[in-house]
């Protein structure tokens, strides 16, 4: 059943870097005090980052170093914490002290065999920490905030670092655990990027998966809108961290949002789009730095005309796959070679063949491009180029490619009647030796 006029937002972890900015986001919600809504929070600022470095020390044998890193982290949270409140509430104090101790008692053990796994049970707790301080500071501002565990609520496989969310049972647990509490008044306040199997194991969905969280909220709720609040305006025509002369778009369709978001527009995760899709909710893109401007809305095709606009996913490795015999690449090699690509969850972002060779794009992440090439090596030989970038246009215009181009070396090159991608390279400075 469709809950009345229920929101969902989502702060990411740049709205909740610090003190100043948690401040922030309760004057935000000020604005919608008695209404129905769902929050979903991120890490605070970089705690993830902070937490794979953890992660890594623990898995490597260093416990030390990981106890270090973690303590770090504990103290930051309570100086974040103490700068809130001035006196932390004692309950705060306590649950913190409980998520950072279970993390503890993970380094009194050795690390499993599945590194995945370890990563999934300490990286959570960024979300878990976040969650507990923004929930009591809302609490303490007046704003009657439930908290809710997302690893109750949205069910996985046992796809470690990506869980793949069982959808019927994720439906069921969060009207069984969410709308009682919608019910009774007040916000409800869960993590985002966390779920759980069904052995009560912690999976992560996926770097910057709060988005998706939040959309999977949003699915199952039946909310009228979901509002993912950012550090500026809306979805541009690039990143400006990357670009000059950028300029806000007001609407975008989903199509357009998924192609963008799926080669890097990193402003929305590209899981965000479908469960959004699939029940005509609106995605609205705002500013939390300046909350009364309209952002950008996602939603149906409306015949709109959008002008070029670029994505840029960084750390692509070129595959060169040929065949060993200088036999043809044909349909048969094909399925195997994707077979191994599914195995190692390479994610191809482009591909290309000619008579005896195959070239794959594809995100590198750990030492799955490595993995890949000695499953294949029996019968295929691999020549791998990193380091790439692969600049994705859509509307693209000859300026704007030509311009995507400069100082740069490219090796690929895919054109649709839509879309231009370039995999492209720094082209190397040539240097006297002195
Ligand atoms: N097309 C785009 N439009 C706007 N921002 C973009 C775009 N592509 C990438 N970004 C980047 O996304 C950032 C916001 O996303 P992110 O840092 O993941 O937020 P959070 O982690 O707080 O949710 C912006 O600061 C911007 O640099
Ligand atoms: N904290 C997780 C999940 C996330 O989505 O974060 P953010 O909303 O800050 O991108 C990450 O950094 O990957």
Same mark, same amino acid.
């Given at each position: 059943?469709?809950?009345?006029?229920l929101?969902?937002?989502?702060?990411?972890?740049?709205?909740?870097?610090?003190?100043?900015?948690?401040?922030?986001?309760?004057?935000?919600?000020?604005?919608?005090?008695?209404?129905?809504?769902v929050?979903?929070?991120?890490?605070?600022?970089?705690?993830?980052?902070?937490?794979?470095?953890?992660?890594?020390?623990?898995?490597?044998?260093d416990?030390?170093t990981?106890?270090?890193?973690?303590?770090?982290?504990?103290?930051?949270?309570?100086?974040?914490?103490?700068?809130?409140?001035?006196?932390?509430?004692?309950?705060?104090?306590?649950?913190?002290?409980?998520?950072f101790?279970?993390?503890?008692?993970?380094?009194?053990?050795a690390?499993?065999?599945?590194?995945?796994?370890?990563?999934?049970?300490?990286?959570?707790?960024?979300?878990?920490i976040?969650?507990?301080?923004?929930?009591?500071?809302?609490?303490?501002?007046?704003?009657?905030?439930?908290?809710?565990?997302?690893?109750?609520?949205?069910l996985?496989?046992?796809t470690?670092?990506?869980?793949?969310?069982?959808?019927?049972?994720?439906?069921?647990?969060?009207?069984?655990?969410?709308?009682?509490?919608?019910?009774?008044?007040?916000?409800?306040?869960?993590?985002?990027?966390?779920?759980?199997?069904?052995?009560?194991?912690?999976?992560?969905?996926?770097?910057?998966?709060?988005?998706?969280?939040?959309?999977?909220?949003s699915?199952?709720?039946?909310?009228?809108?979901?509002?993912?609040?950012?550090?500026?305006?809306?979805?541009?025509?690039?990143?400006?961290?990357?670009?000059?002369?950028?300029?806000?778009?007001?609407?975008?369709?989903?199509?357009?949002?998924?192609?963008?978001?799926?080669?890097?527009a990193?402003?929305?995760?590209?899981?965000?789009i479908?469960?959004?899709?699939?029940?005509?909710?609106?995605?609205?893109?705002?500013s939390?730095?300046?909350?009364?401007?309209?952002?950008?809305?996602?939603?149906?095709?409306?015949?709109d005309?959008?002008?070029?606009?670029?994505?840029?996913?960084?750390?692509?490795?070129l595959?060169? &796959?040929?065949?060993?015999?200088?036999?043809?690449?044909?349909?048969?090699?094909?399925?195997?070679?994707?077979?191994?690509?599914?195995?190692?969850?390479?994610?191809?972002?482009?591909?290309?063949?000619?008579? &005896?060779?195959?070239?794959?794009?594809?995100?590198?992440?750990d030492?799955?491009?490595?993995?890949?090439c000695?499953?294949?090596?029996?019968?295929?030989?691999?020549?791998?180029?990193?380091?790439?970038?692969?600049?994705?246009?859509?509307?693209?215009?000859?300026?704007?490619?030509?311009?995507?181009?400069?100082?740069?070396?490219?090796?690929?090159?895919g054109?649709?009647?839509?879309?231009?991608?370039?995999?492209?390279?720094e082209?190397?400075?040539?240097?006297?030796?002195?």
């Amino acid at each position: 059943m469709p809950t009345p006029e229920l929101n969902v937002f989502k702060f990411g972890g740049a709205s909740l870097k610090d003190a100043a900015a948690i401040r922030n986001v309760a004057n935000i919600l000020q604005g919608y005090a008695g209404k129905q809504l769902v929050i979903i929070v991120s890490a605070m600022g970089k705690t993830t980052n902070a937490l794979e470095l953890v992660a890594r020390a623990y898995f490597d044998g260093d416990v030390p170093t990981a106890r270090q890193r973690l303590t770090e982290l504990h103290n930051a949270t309570l100086t974040t914490a103490k700068e809130l409140f001035g006196q932390i509430p004692e309950d705060l104090v306590t649950s913190l002290n409980d998520l950072f101790v279970a993390v503890e008692w993970i380094f009194d053990e050795a690390p499993s065999d599945l590194y995945d796994y370890d990563y999934d049970q300490i990286v959570s707790l960024g979300e878990l920490i976040s969650s507990q301080v923004v929930a009591a500071w809302l609490n303490h501002e007046g704003l009657q905030t439930h908290w809710v565990d997302a690893r109750d609520c949205i069910l996985t496989d046992n796809t470690y670092r990506e869980g793949w969310v069982q959808w019927p049972e994720t439906q069921a647990r969060i009207g069984q655990h969410v709308r009682p509490l919608l019910a009774s008044g007040g916000f409800v306040l869960t993590q985002g990027f966390i779920g759980s199997t069904s052995e009560n194991f912690t999976t992560t969905l996926g770097r910057e998966g709060s988005d998706y969280s939040a959309a999977i909220f949003s699915y199952c709720l039946d909310a009228v809108a979901m509002t993912i609040w950012k550090d500026v305006p809306g979805v541009l025509t690039a990143d400006p961290r990357l670009f000059e002369n950028v300029t806000k778009v007001e609407r975008l369709s989903y199509r357009e949002a998924i192609e963008m978001t799926y080669y890097g527009a990193s402003i929305i995760h590209p899981k965000t789009i479908k469960p959004l899709q699939n029940k005509s909710i609106p995605l609205f893109v705002r500013s939390f730095v300046d909350p009364t401007e309209k952002g950008t809305e996602i939603s149906d095709e409306a015949g709109d005309n959008y002008p070029p606009m670029v994505a840029v996913e960084k750390f692509q490795a070129l595959v060169n &796959i040929s065949t060993r015999d200088f036999s043809f690449v044909a349909e048969h090699h094909i399925k195997q070679l994707f077979e191994h690509i599914t195995t190692t969850r390479l994610q191809v972002n482009m591909m290309q063949n000619t008579a &005896i060779s195959f070239n794959i794009v594809v995100n590198d992440i750990d030492d799955r491009v490595e993995r890949f090439c000695q499953l294949v090596n029996a019968e295929f030989k691999t020549a791998v180029e990193r380091d790439l970038e692969l600049i994705t246009v859509r509307h693209y215009t000859s300026e704007v490619a030509d311009s995507m181009r400069r100082g740069k070396v490219q090796l690929l090159e895919g054109r649709m009647p839509l879309t231009l991608q370039m995999v492209v390279k720094e082209i190397p400075v040539i240097r006297r030796k002195d």
